[in-house]
């Protein structure tokens, strides 16, 4: 039998397999990462079960992890952290165009030199910036499923994408480079933004545009059935009116278009995005917690645990998330 670490014990859980309509059985299931405890609407990832997550297991019922003092001082504690880089304002100097926490994925992403043209000493906190935050824009753009050495780099190749909230425009710029997307929309409610975008990164490659937009007028300022894939890196799990925002998303897909989010999301904000995808007609595809790759480049501006142990519910957890437009 394989040994397991107490975190791993302690996120053991008693799911239940939906064999069929006609049968279904009880069978405890070993989740790493804890993502089964979020993400239980739909598909999730278990390790040890080895089951389609659209055929297999579900987690049941409550977790009593909810509970303990741990996890309120969890909760605590991040509130706190939130509020004072809220005080210290922008934690991203002007000399960083790619703004994000980054990923050590182990793989090399490719034309590097694109995002450290600017010759940045190597091993630099600027050179990290640029060069996980870059692999952290390729992981999402070519990982359609949940796992990660499942990889297409053609994933986006020849279709047109919509980033929402792409700050500075460094993984927008990297990303209409090297996908090869027929067309690549970046845009952000802040004009300053998008005049910032554009003297950073002129001459855009023939793909790229800027466009200003609001979150929760996508809508009102797309035709309906424009994109392939709409992508949005750090800032979905923050969005105010998430249902605008996800109508938004399926008014201006395609049928069997792509929503491709990752942020530090909370339970609430979990529950409020995949129950606004369900709304609004998309399937949830992935659902899986990348924490331990995004923690790994000690960039992050917020303390990224595991979404469950035996220390409590974390009061954010780093996941992936793909929605499909049916």
Same mark, same amino acid.
């Given at each position: 039998?394989?040994? *397991? !670490? #107490? ?7 008693? &799911? ?15 989740? #790493? ?18 089951? !389609?997550?659209?055929?297999?297991? @579900? ?16 909760? *605590?504690?991040?509130? @706190? ?8 304002? =922008? ?5 960083? =165009? ?57 994933? #986006?190749? /020849?279709? !047109?994408? %919509?980033?929402?909230? +792409? ?29 910032? +975008? $554009? ?7 023939? &793909? ?22 709409? #992508? +949005? ?5 923050? @969005?105010? =009116?998430?249902?605008? @925002? ?13 929503? %491709?989010? +990752?942020? &530090? ?5 979990? $529950?409020?995005?995949? =129950? ?14 990348? /924490? ?35």
């Amino acid at each position: 039998p394989q040994r *397991l !670490s #107490l975190a791993a014990m302690s996120s053991i859980k008693l &799911a239940h397999l939906r064999a069929g309509a006609s049968r279904s059985v009880w069978k405890p299931v070993f989740t #790493l990462g804890g993502s089964a405890g979020l993400c239980n609407q739909g598909s999730v990832r278990h390790y040890f079960a080895r089951k !389609s997550g659209k055929k297999g297991y @579900f987690a049941a019922g409550e977790d009593w992890r909810e509970w303990l003092p741990e996890t309120h001082l969890n909760r *605590l504690f991040y509130r @706190f952290e939130k509020w004072m880089g809220e005080r210290k304002g =922008d934690v991203y100097p002007m000399s960083i =165009d790619i703004c994000n926490s980054g990923g050590k994925f182990g793989a090399a992403i490719p034309r590097p030199e694109l995002v450290l043209r600017r010759g940045m000493p190597k091993g630099t906190w600027e050179w990290q910036m640029h060069l996980y935050g870059a692999a952290l824009y390729w992981h999402l753009a070519t990982t359609p499923g949940d796992d990660m050495a499942v990889v297409d780099v053609d994933m #986006l190749r /020849g279709k !047109s994408v %919509l980033e929402v909230a +792409c700050m500075r425009g460094g993984g927008a710029r990297y990303l209409a480079e090297v996908t090869g997307a027929s067309e690549y929309v970046a845009t952000d409610e802040s004009a300053d933004n998008i005049e910032l +975008c $554009k003297a950073l990164h002129e001459p855009l490659p023939s &793909a790229l545009r800027f466009e200003r937009a609001e979150v929760a007028g996508l809508a009102e300022q797309f035709p309906a059935a424009s994109f392939d894939a709409v #992508l +949005c890196v750090e800032a979905a799990e923050e @969005f105010e =009116d998430k249902a605008r @925002f996800l109508q938004g998303v399926a008014h201006v897909l395609r049928p069997g278009g792509r929503l %491709l989010l +990752c942020g &530090a999301y909370t339970p609430k904000a979990v $529950k409020e995005t995949l =129950d606004g995808m369900k709304a609004v007609g998309m399937s949830q595809e992935v659902c899986v917690d990348i /924490g331990k790759w995004v923690r790994a480049t000690g960039l992050s501006p917020v303390d990224i645990g595991e979404s469950h142990s035996m220390f409590g519910v974390a009061p954010i957890t780093y996941l992936r998330i793909v929605g499909q437009k049916q």
